[in-house]
């Protein structure tokens, strides 16, 4: 089988997602994770690569050059790429709700442009040639539902100034829609969201 384009990557965050706190399943560390993803193949289709999770116990948002460099060397050690990014931007994480106060908003801001540094020294290794930054609004559709229109504006306002960031390092955003986020909970929602944020090429889902 022959796919040059788009190329296979196995999404690392669910070694992490819902993994880790009293009474779940322990995280799944990025080693075994890459030796699985290395080992799949069906039908002679193997994986091109890895989406990488900004987040520990995988990656340290503030890793430094060498560890990076280090982890770097073993993802191409198994042949593999990196492509796109998940920047930490939840409460709990480096960021916060896009839709929330000043302080929370300019948190989202900063684990864009902590992401933004990552990749950028991943490109500079080599391993990472292609792929965005995902992001999502970091908030609920409860407050959503309480204000549409001002929440809905806080969020692209919010979005714009990540945009700005990531497009200064070379970089597009990719917002995930799915039901749980407010302002991308629906196809509506999502196109509304991202015509007020006004970064076409640069800001998308």
């Known amino acids: 089988m022959s796919h040059p384009l788009p ?3 196995n999404a690392m965050w669910p070694g992490l997602v819902g993994k880790g706190s009293p009474g779940a399943e322990p995280f799944i560390d990025l080693d075994t994770m890459l030796r699985y993803t290395a080992e799949a193949e069906v039908d002679g289709q193997k994986f091109d ?3 990488l999770f900004l987040f520990d116990p995988h990656t340290n948002i503030d890793i430094t050059e060498d560890e990076l460099k280090a982890m770097a060397d073993k993802i191409a050690g198994y042949g593999l790429a990196v492509g ?4 930490p931007v939840w409460p709990g994480t480096v960021g916060d709700s896009a839709a929330g106060d000043s302080a929370a908003r300019e948190k989202f801001v900063l684990a864009v442009e902590k992401a933004c540094r ?3 020294l991943l490109n500079a290794h080599g391993v990472r040639k ?3 930054i995902r992001i999502d609004s970091a908030g609920g559709v409860g407050p959503y539902a309480d204000d549409p229109s001002g929440t809905t504006k806080r969020i692209a306002e919010t979005f714009r100034e990540a945009g700005k960031i990531a497009a200064g390092h070379g970089e597009r955003l990719a917002a995930e829609g799915e039901i749980c986020w407010g ?3 629906s196809w509506r929602a999502m196109l509304d969201t991202l015509e007020q944020t006004g970064l076409p090429g640069t800001v998308g889902c």
């Open 7 to 9: 190329k296979l990557h």
């Open 49 to 51: 690569g890895v989406d």
């Open 84 to 87: 796109s990014l998940v920047a």
């Open 118 to 120: 990552i990749a950028g």
């Open 130 to 132: 292609y792929g965005v």
């Open 183 to 185: 302002g991308m909970h």
